[in-house]
């Protein structure tokens, strides 16, 4: 399996050139030559097969030799060792859990099998400088990779924050774990600490100096496992409902990267419904669907932070998946886009009547359920279903919740023994002169 740079100005490279560079070097995404595609014998065989066995033949094609199975088998069985249940909020409406992982986010998945991947890629030329991993994040990224790739033999992290911007929680999740971690606390916005790694990535002197490379879902070691979630559901999906009920999926959106790993497994063979976006106010991809025009827009901060994003970098990919045909798009992609008002009422509705609490993303993804299915439902008395993925757990987004729900949330054991951990952070200006000055001293 090759990969190809959807910008067509670099050379197709293998899995492992991918994973380590993460962006082409003409600055685009890289794209499977050809999409791996499942015969209904293997479809059938995935009904029942174990999450670890299930993993391994699906990202095989990927990895495309780079990586021996015995490790690859481990990589697999390490990346997805925690649950990832379907439970009922309503009669319709199921609820995929993805926030069962060591940060209670479902980027836990991606951000290990990423570092496991350079992990053994390091160990294989030992005689190469390690990899550095850049990485901006606004909260739930920077948790994900420091959990994911904390130990991690030849791989360095560098996790820039914007000071007093993220969750308490989510800091101390970023500024706790010491060894091959480094976070740094930026004295300014997330815009800040993302313009300061993409220069970063630019810089001759730090090229020279380091192996970067970034951790975000651009990269397709990330994004690529992601499409996991979706074979797991679909397990699941066909015990409650058997394998001739579709199962439409609603995911909350901000970069597209996770909906885009599902509509890849869908093109590989795997019987899936009809995919919602289910955007917050940042809604360039909803506007897009109604008018087919793509107009960027500075993101706006909205309740669920994670999904601000004025310009979803994997939307590109989608496009490719559809080869670019508009009209083909449309009959598998729907999208809507909800305000704040309505988003916390729904954490507060949807747990007085039906007894679940929502984080944020979740409710966004609820209201865009509702909405699809009452569109959609037929009078022939099939009942329509779906399936949201609640990408985070509730207890990250504490203000916005508890005042929703009018009580406090439990804090999962998985995350109270943060609380007496000390934050270790560098204090950083702003400013990509003082950021490069601080990893030339280092380096
Ligand atoms: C990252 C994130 C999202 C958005 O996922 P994309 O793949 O960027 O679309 C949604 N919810 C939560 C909680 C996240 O952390």
Redesign the pocket.
Known sequence: MQYYSLAKQSPQVDFKTAAITGQAPDKGLYFPTQIPVFTAQQIERFKTLDKASLAFEVMKPYVGGCIDDASLQQICAETIHFDFPLVPITDTILSLELFHGPTL???DVGARFMSRCLGYFSKQARAEKPSTVLVATSG??GGAVANGFLGVQGVDVIILYPKGKVSPIQELQLTTCGQNITALEVEGSFDDCQAMVKDAFMDADLNASYNLTSAN?INVARWLPQQLYYFFAWQQWIKLYGDTTPMHIVV????????CAGMMAKASGLPLGHFVAACNANDVVTRYLASEKYEVRKAVATVSN??D?GNPSNFVRILEIMQNNFASLTKVLSSYSFDDAHTASTIHSVYKTHNYILDP?GAVAFLAAEKYLAENSNSTGNIARAIILE??HPVKFPEVVEQSIEQKIEIPASVAFLLDKQKVSIPMQPSFDAFKSWMLGKA
Do not use: E, L, R, W
């Not at 909350?252 to 909906?259: H, L, M, Q, R, Y």
């Open positions: 986010a479902f980027k739930d990224t879902s909350p959106s901000g970069n597209f990267g996770n909906i994670a999904m994003v993303h990408t985070a």
